[in-house]
């Protein structure tokens, strides 16, 4: 997949920044700007807070990235999944790391399902395998789905989207699912950001 070819080659690339915690090393790049700063700050509070108000134990994550969202989250049970293998020292907080294309994952599911700044890098001709994944974080979410992600609906993005960025269907494809309930959405993105909080509640019926 040409998606997973750019993000290999992107933390195989990226200089290490100040800053990073020191157990991150060798190859291991960033995430990008969204992992960092106001947006970084933004995204763990909001998810924090969910997870405080609806007594959420555990957390799975598609796409756990530089692990800068990760590191910060309070709760008793994290997983994440990546397409690549990061180089750490130690797994430090009992975070859970596995190295799985998504729709290859078979453990177990969590209270809570997050998939953050993911969706769009999920280039035009990958939209079968996009949609095998999300059919993968709906089955395993017990309780709650968040995605952070693009208004796919919104046709700015089939222009303002090239190269490693695509207006994946997600939206459309979701709205199909008679197992989900769209209980919030963020009404405006973060300044300097395409991405939107999109809130599900899992309903009895699993796929």
């Known amino acids: 997949m040409r998606s997973i070819d750019i993000w290999k080659k992107t933390y195989d690339t990226s200089p290490i920044e100040d800053g990073l915690p020191t157990w991150l090393v060798g190859d291991m790049g960033s995430s990008g700007a969204g992992s960092k700063g106001n947006l970084l700050e933004f995204k763990v509070n909001f998810i924090n807070n969910f997870i405080e108000k609806n007594n959420i134990k555990s957390v799975l994550d598609f796409g756990h990235g530089d692990l800068d969202v990760a590191r910060y989250l309070l709760v008793k049970k ?28 078979t453990d177990s599911g969590a209270d809570l399902v997050i998939c953050l700044d993911v969706i769009y890098h999920i280039l035009e001709e990958e939209q079968d395998y996009m949609r095998k994944s999300l059919d993968k974080m709906i089955e395993k979410s017990d309780r709650f ?63």
């Open 78 to 105: 994290y997983t994440g999944i990546d397409i690549f293998n990061p180089n750490l020292l130690d797994i430090p907080f009992g975070l859970n790391l596995i190295n799985s294309k998504f729709d290859k994952y």
């Open 145 to 207: 789905f968040i995605m952070y992600a693009h208004d796919s609906t919104d046709i700015r993005f089939e222009t303002e989207y090239n190269g490693h960025l695509y207006n994946s269907k997600w939206i459309q494809y979701l709205n199909k699912k008679d197992n989900l309930k769209l209980i919030y959405e963020q009404e405006q993105p973060e300044e300097g950001c395409s991405a939107k909080f999109y809130v599900y509640e899992i309903e009895s019926e699993k796929l």
